[in-house]
């Protein structure tokens, strides 16, 4: 892979990139942004060819070392030195003939004061399998095959598009009969086919860069720009990206800019100072997580994190990145007692270099990559997280919603008799559904530490325990807002999810664990068939109440209205485990509503319990419209009806051919 020393050239525009990066030979990343984002080109290990021999070039920031070397593979691990940069960079760089592709490399690191020590490159492309920790010689080739999807994925991706995310961990979803991990390209096959099946729009990939502790879900990262190499090589994990992009399938990477570990080959103390993080512990070490924080105040480090996230964008198309762990870089004091934080110049708790980090990454991404998403994991009430940074906002394009969750899965827990006195807990989200572009999150991080799996979380007895799950994945899919939801969600994982072992697939041959599979396929058919369920998940003109002739407090109903004539969509929730008969709901116009889905049917393992695929609207008043329906609610069941949805929908194939859907 030739990558050239000097400042790449500039982008025109997306149609550029999408097209360079469709041959075999890994294209220079043209961005919109200063070439300082681009460190990873000119550090790290680059195969070359100087003065016609061939080789690696090596490149490496240690600004406080009195010598660096290379070692490996090539040279019986005996130190190779490098030259210092007479910029005042601090990178030190040197051209080794003979070194080949796959090769085992690290720095040795002169410290200012004490022995030599060993590290890995912190911008290698490829490492050993941990625990091994060298780095290896790659390359970025490969010859991608989505021209069609990325061609077109600014318009799929657009904010008024139906999103529903399956996040996965790839050592855990699925392993080979022995036990082992399979490889990227092998999952590839495995994930396009059920996310297919089960209809999601988008993957997001829990983290892959390299990461020493298996243990850590990917979250302790050493590796900033290598895969991990437990599921197989750099283009492996681009043939997993690629296939899925040709099954109409986004991928999503977790990316984790906001501390690191301590291990010895890692960056804490790369050259005998604190480069990377803080020197003083109040500010550089997370005692909640046991690891280093990011010194955002420095440019390097910025740039070397903003780089790394153009990086996976360029060179492995993903479609956009969630980061994780955002409140605990916004807030100096984010799990720290008192005195064991420093306040900012102004004497707050605000991290002003991070908010400055953050607001350059979204400002560089978009530039470079304006049909991506880049998503906050942020669990405070700062405002503005998905508003434009030139409004004051933080830049992201999305939100996670994570009181909507907290308050949601604090409801679903309550016994069924309890729950009519904690009706706010689901009612609150709704009033500050828009002050974010916000995605309700059901992530990995709900189904372990004794929380327990979804499926053992809701009350009573495996009938009802399906159906309140069948109804929490509705309630959420009628709520306003993009969709996540961990694997094995899909169809009722009962134990809590442990990374030692793999999903209990074998759960799909019970027929109420199916019978949730089946309403996940067709709830997310129908949300992306139906534009009054995702148009306007992002303003309060895509939202309404409804209003029932005596309203109960265990039911909840409203509207979504996509607009431009599109219809809207009634959606109403029976949170108890008896059914509701004969209730009245003001609806806006008369004509027929057609029931568009029912978690109660019996193709879903429910009691077949619904209103005869639709119904006629009444010139009755009620709500404070003209026409009112009268419907039947089942227990633990959610009843959506639409006056303009899909004809052909799956839910309604499902009833015809289930009359007792209907009865």
Known sequence: MQLPDAALPVSTGPEEWGASVQTAVAAPLPIRAASHHQAFTTLGAHPDTQNGQRGVRFGVWAPNARAVGVIGDFNGWEPQPLAPSDDGSGQWHGFIPGVDIGQRYKFRIQPPEGNAFDKADPHAFQTECPPLTASRVATLDYAWGDAEWMAGRASRQALDQPMAVYEVHLGSWQRDDDGNYLNYREIARRLAAHCTALGFTHVELMPVAEHPFYGS??????????????????????????????HGIGVLLDWVPSHFPSDAHSLGAFDGTHLYEHADPRLGFHPQWNSLIFNYGRYEVRDFLIGNALFWLHYYHFDGLRVDAVASMLYLD?????????PNEHGGNENLAAVKFLQELNTAVYAAFPDVHMIAEESSSWGGVSRPVDHGGLGFGMKWNMGWMNDTLRFIERPHFYREYHQDELRFSFWY??????????????????????????PGDDWQRAAGLRLLYGFMWGHPGKKLLFMGGEFGQEAEWTHEGTLDWYLWGRPLHAGIGRWVADLNRVYRETPALHRRDFAAEGFSWAHAEHGLPTVMNFFRHAGDGQGDVLVLCNFTASPVQALRIGVPRGGHWTELLNSDASIYGGSGMGNLGGRDADPIACGGHGHSLLVTLPPLAVVMLSDGGPTHSAARLAGSANPSISN
């Open 217 to 246: 879900w990917g979250y302790q990262v050493t590796g900033y720009y290598a895969p991990s190499a437990r599921y197989g090589t750099p283009q492996d994990l681009m043939a997993l990206v690629d296939t899925l992009h040709q």
């Open 334 to 342: 984010f799990s720290r007692e008192e005195g064991q934080w420093l």
């Open 433 to 458: 559904a828009f002050d974010e572009n916000f995605m309700l999150p059901l992530s990995h991080d709900e189904v372990v530490y004794g929380k327990g799996s979804l499926w053992e979380r809701q």
